[in-house]
């Protein structure tokens, strides 16, 4: 009798681990899932903010495009000039003068993806997006930041200044190293047409290195813009 309660006894606790084990297995996967739902909605919220970055910095870089144009109508308007034979100047000539001289920053917005970075990158589940976002901030979009003459140390820098100063009556006013002409030019030499004449030939090749880093950082954005949307959308089904 003392043996049939022992066995009873046995199956009843058994029953009661077995209960036990069964509610921590349901309580583990309950988390697992409630972490793997953070996850994913952080997943979305760090995805949707790189999305916004890369929609700002497509808009930034129509932006500079604009300018670099309106900047390339401006040498246009001084060479035109120059190759009219007249030398008193106007206004007109003084604006585009200044504005042929006006450097432009191209750079990105790398805040979302460092947030990311700094997160942890494997939330993003997508290997090959996870991939591709990586490769964009750390490898691609760095080849594309430029500063105008503000970090340069090449020779057009050196050059314009050189150039400028050759023009002898000019007024240069210096202001967040960007370059502003106040006073009016008599070009009545032939060592100023020609010093500015350098001037805006090296200017085009500046425009030309602008507008080949804006059209690379262009397809940049697009190349990661395309599958980001895709995933997003993804997320909302």
Do not use: H
């Amino acid at each position: 009798m003392n043996q049939g309660k022992t066995t009873k006894y046995f199956k009843y606790a058994i029953g009661e681990i077995i209960l036990v084990v069964i509610g921590i297995l349901i309580a583990l996967q309950i988390n697992t899932q409630n972490e793997y739902r953070k996850d994913r909605v952080y997943e979305n919220q760090a995805l949707t903010e790189i999305y916004t970055s890369l929609k700002r910095d497509a808009q930034n870089n129509d932006n500079i495009m604009i300018n670099v144009k309106r900047r390339d109508n401006a040498i246009n308007y001084i060479l035109s000039f120059l190759n009219s034979g007249n030398i008193e100047t106007d206004s007109i000539f003084m604006y585009n003068l200044n504005q042929s001289c006006l450097d432009n920053k191209i750079n990105y917005d790398k805040g979302a993806y460092e947030t990311l970075k700094s997160k942890g990158l494997e939330y993003i589940k997508n290997d090959s997006l996870r991939s591709l976002i990586v490769k964009t901030y750390e490898l691609s979009f760095p080849r594309t930041e430029f500063f105008g003459d503000e970090k340069r140390s090449d020779l057009v820098f050196e050059k314009k200044d050189d150039l400028l100063e050759k023009l002898l009556d000019l007024d240069i006013i210096t202001q967040d190293k960007t370059f502003f002409i106040s006073e009016s030019v008599t070009l009545n030499t032939t060592e100023k047409r020609t010093a500015l004449k350098r001037l805006m030939y090296q200017q085009i090749q500046l425009s030309r290195r602008y507008k080949e880093l804006l059209n690379r950082q262009l397809i940049y954005i697009n190349r990661l813009l395309i599958p980001l949307g895709k995933e997003l959308r993804k997320s909302e089904t």
